[in-house]
């Protein structure tokens, strides 16, 4: 079993900054794909950004260009930086991990899963 924990999410204004982090205590990422999926109220929850093992990237388009994700495989986290965020980007945002070297957007592939952090972007 592992234990995802997400923080970082917040209040931002349009334009503005945040950094998400998905961090699993004690349990080593290297070997893990993590995704990043967001779900606002009523709608399917998406997959926006993904890593893999291999240090492949997946980033959905709504987001190319002003998303980052990395990991620190050292202190066993993942990031996302949101950079120009934008009220549609307002959602709660999820890490999950699956053990494939696959980034998959399906959310049904994900083995294991953050409760979430909210983040709000005004207009």
């Known amino acids: 079993q592992i234990e995802l924990t997400e923080s970082g999410g917040g209040l931002v204004q349009a334009g503005g900054s945040l950094r998400l982090s998905c961090a699993a205590p004690?349990?080593?990422?290297?070997?893990?794909?993590i995704g990043w999926f967001r779900q606002a109220p009523g709608q399917e929850r998406v997959l926006v950004c993904g890593?893999?093992?291999?240090?492949?990237?997946y980033y959905a388009e709504s987001v190319k260009g002003r998303f980052a994700i990395s990991r620190d495989n050292v202190q066993n986290v993942v990031y996302l930086q949101m950079n120009w965020l934008k009220p549609e980007d307002t959602a709660t945002y999820y890490c999950?991990?699956?053990?494939?070297?696959?980034?998959?957007?399906?959310?049904?592939?994900?083995?294991?899963w953050g409760k979430g952090t909210q983040v709000t972007v005004s207009s």
């Open positions: 004690g349990r080593a990422f290297s070997n893990l794909a």
């Open positions: 999950a991990a699956e053990n494939d070297s696959a980034i998959y957007t399906a959310a049904q592939r994900y083995d294991y």
């Open positions: 890593i893999n093992r291999r240090e492949g990237f």
